[in-house]
């Protein structure tokens, strides 16, 4: 095996640095005595210096590791390697010089500002000759393309217009420099700081502001946008594609910063506007100290680890170093790959998959049992309204008593945090899915308040993308063909992105003390008529146009419009301004007896099918509950899809 030392480039580059130390070390005799007569006695009597220079730096280079940077790729890490070692052989020579060899009887002649002439003359070289190899490199590069055979295919250059002149449109301009490969030449940047105007980043000019991109685009002859804004909120993304419509230029972006876990984006991480995009605010902060500490070292269990918002409770609690982290869930195929996917990302996180359905209470009870839980997220339920409508027996089996049966475990085998992932269908419900949700809270405080525990819930609206939610459906619709099916023209819904969901789940959890509700600020609601066009517009479509939107009809248990909290609740700030706990108070006299009871009641109409009996029984324990009109009969069930997907997802 040959040594690293020894390959062609490093042999070069040392040759180089000893030119350089020997250049430094007579420059620095020359400026600090000026001899007249010569310079040569005076390197014949301090030749000391020269002999520690390079016993000294060149070792120093190798351990600093200069000789294995890429220069051309260089930044300001390696910049601080080079300020770091010239400081550190400086230091060496200066104290070797003066304290070590006049012990050993080796008198020195050098003056100290010799040596620190040296010092920096040696800096100053090394940093040059860096700079020069990467200047080199860059230049046999570019010549290297240019002299390519003409048989070799060649992408077609787009000339780019970049949107955004901070950190990451720097970025994109210098990665679309160095990779001419990418087929992109940045033009200019826009940007609506005015101090950044006729300024030049890396050598392409700021033209103008960015409502200035239909008028830049005609001017400069632009063929495509990158809105390089990774943080930028969803309001000004959506005046940014209207502008790229009206230039009638194409347009990408990069990721969001949620979606960036390693740094800046890249260039190569370029992709097309998403609905997510349009509807991002701005990034949530956490209080990351305090969730790790919750978590770090611990166990946790996730119940719907499968689901959509179980998977990514499951993707941001790994990241914290669980001692155990176990993933219950009822779909085998769904445990199977969110464990092969922790597995890859998160080697050194133990796992443990149980396929197990929250109703089996002696199941739950051994698992729980087993691993002893610190803290449990509930998020295991039946999500979809109008399916729900048609299956009232099992979502009150799944939401209600597989809910209470997670609880009773949590509270036989002392698990210190429960937190159920709840909905705002469970404010004044016209479904069945939102009543037994609510009903779900009740239970949460019930034991609360019985054990003294931190058991709480997490209420929030719809988000984006879950399984069997809308805007999955809404896409099929669209590449389909259309047309796509809303049910009314003034629905509204909040949503969310998961990660943004999850984000703040994680941070109620460590804020509650027992028995709170949690409330998460969705910003302002959505039409979802307007969902529907964003979505066609992105697809490059136009709407009644090229895909046409029917309305269908509000379904049984469908509301116009959500809500956040009950007429008799009134909601508090929190230490997070995303998110308000609702004070309701504790449960009214006799209400645990009362709740119990009718849950008992439930279970028994559940397994002999009474869907009636069971809405009855709801309208008793969640009176705000406003069941829709006796369902008709199965055969006759919708087909359209939800409007509005809730939050909670299903094992």
């Known amino acids: 095996m040959s040594l690293p030392f020894l390959t062609l480039r490093i042999r070069y580059a040392v040759a180089v640095d000893v030119l350089c130390i020997l250049l430094a070390y007579g420059v620095s005799l020359a400026i600090r005595f000026e001899p007249d007569s010569g310079l040569w006695p005076f390197l014949e009597g301090n ?77 100053g070289l090394l940093a040059a000759s860096r700079l020069a190899l990467r200047l080199l490199q860059e230049r046999l590069s570019n010549r290297s393309r240019r002299v390519a055979p003409m048989f070799v295919a060649r992408p077609a250059v787009r000339r780019m217009l970049v949107v955004g002149a901070g950190d990451a449109g720097a970025r994109a301009v210098r990665e679309m420099q160095q990779n001419r490969d990418c087929g992109m030449v940045p033009i200019g940047l826009v940007d609506d700081d005015g101090s950044k105007f006729g300024k030049r980043i890396h050598g392409v000019p700021v033209l103008g502001e960015r409502a200035q991109i239909p008028e830049i685009a005609r001017n400069y002859q632009i063929d495509e946008v990158l809105i390089a804004m990774p943080s930028a909120s969803g309001t000004t993304l959506r005046e940014l594609r209207h502008l790229c419509i009206e230039a009638k230029l194409p347009f990408r972006t990069l990721p969001s910063i949620h979606e960036v876990l390693d740094g800046m984006p890249a260039v190569r991480q370029l992709r097309e506007l998403r609905i997510e995009d349009l509807l991002r605010r701005d990034p949530v902060q956490t209080d990351q100290a305090e969730v790790k500490a919750s978590i770090t070292g611990t166990c946790v269990l996730v119940t719907g680890a499968g689901g959509s918002i179980g998977s990514e409770l499951c993707r941001q609690v790994a990241a914290q170093g669980p001692s155990l982290l176990v993933l219950l869930g009822r ?34 009870m051994g698992v729980v049992g087993q691993h002893r839980p610190r803290t ?41 945090r429960f937190v159920l992932i709840s909905t705002d269908k469970a404010v004044n419900p016209t479904s069945v899915m939102g009543a037994t949700k609510r009903v779900a809270e009740m239970l949460v405080q019930q034991f609360a308040a019985r054990t ?15 399984r069997g939610s809308a805007v999955p459906i809404f896409r099929e619709q669209i590449a389909a063909g259309g047309p796509v ?18 984000q703040l789940v994680l941070q109620a959890a460590v804020l509650g003390r027992g028995g709170e509700i949690f409330m998460l600020d969705m910003g302002e609601p959505v039409r979802i008529v307007d969902l529907v066009h964003d979505l066609i517009e992105l697809s490059g479509l136009r709407p009644g146009v090229d895909i046409e939107v029917e309305f269908t009809g509000i379904r049984p248990g469908e509301k116009l419009y959500e809500e956040l909290c009950l007429d008799t609740e009134h909601y508090d700030t929190t230490p997070h301004d995303r998110i308000f706990v609702l004070r309701n108070g504790a449960l009214p006299h006799g209400a645990p007896e009362q709740l119990q009871q009718g849950i008992t009641q439930m279970a028994e109409a559940a397994r002999h099918l009474r869907a009636d009996e069971i809405r009855r029984l709801l309208t008793v324990l969640v009176p705000e509950f406003q069941p829709p009109a006796p369902t008709p009969a199965a055969a006759t069930a919708p087909t359209r899809p939800a409007d509005e997907p809730a939050t909670a997802t299903r094992s």
Do not use: C
């Open 485 to 502: 099916t809303v049910t009314h023209p003034d629905m509204r819904r909040y949503f969310m992105t998961i990660p943004e969901a999850v």
């Open 452 to 466: 003294g525990r931190r058991y709480v819930a997490v209420r929030f609206g719809n988000v984006l993308g879950s």
């Open 47 to 123: 030749r000391n210096l020269l002999f520690l220079s390079l016993a000294v730096r060149l070792p120093l280079y190798s351990v600093f590791g200069l000789y294995h940077h890429l220069w051309r790729y260089a930044s300001t890490r390696e910049l601080r390697s080079i300020l770091g070692v010239s400081a550190a052989s400086t230091a060496a020579i200066f104290l070797l010089n003066f304290a070590v060899l006049p012990l050993l009887g080796i008198a020195h002649t050098v003056s100290r500002s010799v040596v620190l002439l040296d010092g920096l003359l040696n800096l």
């Open 376 to 416: 449990i997220y509930h998020a295991a339920a039946h999500k979809h309204v109008p399916l729900m409508e048609w299956n009232v027996e099992d979502a009150v089996t799944n939401n209600i008593l597989g809910t209470r049966n997670v609880l009773r475990a949590a509270e036989e085998h002392d698990v210190e």
């Open 331 to 364: 779909g085998e195929y769904s445990i199977f790959t969110i464990e092969r996917e922790l597995r890859q990302r998160f080697p050194q996180v133990p796992l443990k998959p149980v396929i197990a359905d929250v109703r089996d209470l002696d199941r739950v």
